[in-house]
């Protein structure tokens, strides 16, 4: 198993350009998450998935958005690019068993 | 909501220096317990974990971190450290049914050769 995946693994931005962060993952794992990790700030929620067809927004959604049309497919869009959304985004999969969360290597993203 | 505290932000040991880092919890209940490490550049691996049971539990590397249910703590330990321990490392909190964890901040781990 590949686990959780994510693309693409560097990225430069301009201030309001738009981009996807993919992530997948091959563990049939139902829950989802994207999580950004700021220096000295530890992880904070973006957004998480429950499932198929289910979103919701976790700590700090503004200026992000997600979709989650498959199982294994849990992507984030961020719209209009911004100076303050230059971090490194993780994304996590699990189960509800245990909460125990299998996260991918890391998008690290930089809006100048 | 749960909090997760991580009182000591930067930490920096000797080689062979034993090693405590401290985790605090808010919200008591069912939890499950969690120790992640960072290596510089990586992502977050999971160290060790706690469901139930004996609250003694030990990891990878020869980590392990003890639950004490009565003062909502969850401190990591290590005997021996190594250079090769250079990390972040994190605590992380789930309340049973709930299907988000609450991280600490971090506690970056310097080891002097």
């Known amino acids: 198993n590949a686990g959780v995946t994510q693309t693409p693994k560097f990225r430069i931005l301009k201030i309001g350009q738009s981009m996807t962060l993919q992530c997948a993952q091959d563990?049939?794992?139902?829950?989802m998450y994207w999580y950004r990790q700021d220096p000295g700030m530890g992880l904070k929620l973006i957004y998480y998935s429950v499932g198929a067809g289910i979103t919701d927004k976790g700590e700090v959604p503004n200026g992000y958005n997600v979709s989650r049309s498959t199982t294994e497919d849990f992507p984030l869009r961020l719209e209009l690019a911004a100076p303050s959304q230059t971090s490194v985004y993780f994304c996590?999969?699990?189960?509800?068993?245990?909460?125990?969360?299998?996260f991918g290597p890391g998008t690290r993203l930089t809006v100048l | 909501a749960q909090s997760v505290s991580q009182h000591n932000h930067h930490v920096i040991l000797s080689e062979a220096a034993s090693l405590e880092l401290g985790c605090n919890y808010s919200?008591?209940?069912?939890?499950?317990l969690f120790w992640y490490v960072q290596y510089p550049g990586q992502h977050l691996q999971l160290l060790l974990k706690?469901?139930?049971?004996?609250?003694l539990v030990k990891g990878i590397k020869g980590f392990e971190a003890e639950f004490i249910k009565s003062k909502f703590s969850f401190n990591l330990r290590k005997p021996s450290v190594q250079w090769s321990d250079t990390a972040e490392y994190f605590c992380a909190v789930g309340n049973f049914g709930n299907e988000k964890l609450t991280f600490g901040t971090g506690t970056r781990l310097t080891i002097i050769p």
């Open positions: 996590a999969s699990s189960t509800l068993l245990n909460n125990e969360q299998f």
């Open positions: 919200y008591g209940g069912t939890v499950n």
């Open positions: 706690y469901f139930s049971g004996d609250p």
């Open positions: 563990m049939n794992h139902n829950y």
